[in-house]
């Protein structure tokens, strides 16, 4: 049980376009989650923390606008990277939490924009 | 604010051997403490957790990690270190009481040679 799986597992894009990534949970519904992104050999950052129905939490510092969140169900959230440039390639980790218990992860999505 | 330290980048053991990977934390509360594993180009598998009870606390393959309050520590041990046991691992820590989100150390590689 508590199974995320993340679509795309890897993404390529060019300059200036946008790019939707999707979690879902797959055996249990998540009232709560996360998004993180992982620059290479170093620890999660957390993106933004979003509960099913409402407006996502955007950590300080992350542009809520370049980066869209929706969590439009209790199994499924997408983060857009809108207008992606070069300096928005890294590792795109969500999680999903049932009433605030344990964070389980997806796989990862790997972002690279040329 | 909360924290997590994991002392070491990396941690080398012989197959066979045991191996000790160590944390320590601080938050305002009573903490829920985690670790998981992460192994290249993949998401983060959830390994064990420390809610309440037992100070000793048995995860997946074989890992188990013991919190000790007055050292505020949370070290992952297992017995006997297995070749695939390589991989990057991290500690987590979250105030138990109301809404809060995880916070993480910065990682530390295994190596387990033959």
């Known amino acids: 049980g508590a199974v995320v799986s993340q679509h795309p597992s890897w993404v390529i894009c060019k300059s200036g376009t946008s790019v939707k990534i999707e979690c879902r949970s797959l055996d249990f519904q998540a009232t709560t989650m996360f998004w993180y992104r992982q620059f290479p050999k170093q620890s999660l950052m957390l993106m933004a923390t979003?509960?099913?129905?409402?407006?996502?939490?955007?950590e300080q510092g992350v542009e809520k606008d370049k980066f869209l969140i929706n969590h439009a169900s209790l199994t499924l959230s997408t983060l857009t990277v809108t207008s992606a440039h070069p300096e928005d390639s890294s590792f795109y980790i969500c999680?999903?939490?049932?009433?605030?218990?344990?964070?389980?992860f997806g796989p990862g999505t790997r972002l690279l924009v040329l | 604010a909360q924290s997590v330290a994991q002392p070491e980048d990396q941690v080398n053991v012989a197959e066979g051997n045991p191996l000790t990977v160590k944390c320590t934390y601080s938050v305002s509360g009573n903490p829920y403490l985690f670790w998981y594993v992460q192994y290249p180009n993949r998401g983060l598998q959830f390994l064990l957790k420390?809610?309440?009870?037992?100070?000793l606390v048995k995860g997946s393959y074989g890992f188990e990690a013991e919190f000790n309050k007055s050292q505020t520590s949370f070290h992952l041990k297992k017995p006997s270190a297995l070749v695939s046991d390589s991989a990057l691992y991290f500690c987590?820590?979250?105030?138990?009481?109301?809404?809060?989100?995880?916070?993480f150390g910065k990682g530390t590689m295994l190596l387990v040679s033959p």
């Open positions: 987590a820590v979250r105030e138990g009481s109301g809404y809060s989100t995880l916070t």
């Open positions: 999680s999903a939490s049932r009433q605030g218990e344990t964070q389980y």
């Open positions: 420390y809610i309440t009870g037992d100070n």
């Open positions: 979003s509960n099913e129905g409402s407006k996502a939490t955007y």
